[in-house]
């Protein structure tokens, strides 16, 4: 069974950087999408970003394209997502995701219903 341990949130001012990371155990990432989404208080689970196996291009919601990146090492098991010039309404809990099938029947998808495994989130909170 594959845990995702998410790390690298914190606090941050408006237009400031971090970087997460997603690292996996007990399995493995290889050949499968991933996906990062955020809760924030009150709100539904929304999609953030996504990157296909074995890397290259991702998918991005509208309101990170351009500030977020979402990237993988593989031979790390670990999957990033570097953000920048951050937002207060960024705030939230960011999840990283495992797609459900692998390559190449998997893909970039947005929905959370195509992802099978989540890790416990890591809070991002941008002060304004």
């Known amino acids: 069974q594959v845990q995702l341990v998410e790390s690298g949130g914190g606090l941050v001012q408006a237009g400031g950087s971090l970087k997460l990371s997603c690292a996996a155990s007990?399995?493995?990432?290889?050949?499968?999408?991933m996906g990062w989404f955020r809760q924030a208080p009150g709100k539904e689970r929304e999609f953030v970003a996504a990157i296909s196996w074995p890397g290259g291009q991702g998918t991005y919601a509208d309101s990170v394209k351009g500030r977020f990146t979402i990237s993988r090492d593989n031979s790390k098991n670990t999957v990033y997502l570097e953000m920048n010039s951050l937002k207060p309404e960024d705030t939230a809990v960011y999840y990283c995701?495992?797609?459900?099938?692998?390559?190449?029947?998997?893909?970039?998808?947005?929905?959370?219903?195509?992802?099978?495994?989540w890790g416990q989130g890591t809070q991002v909170t941008v002060s304004s």
């Open positions: 995701a495992r797609n459900s099938k692998a390559a190449p029947f998997g893909n970039r998808s947005v929905y959370s219903s195509d992802y099978a495994y």
């Open positions: 007990g399995g493995t990432l290889s050949r499968y999408p």
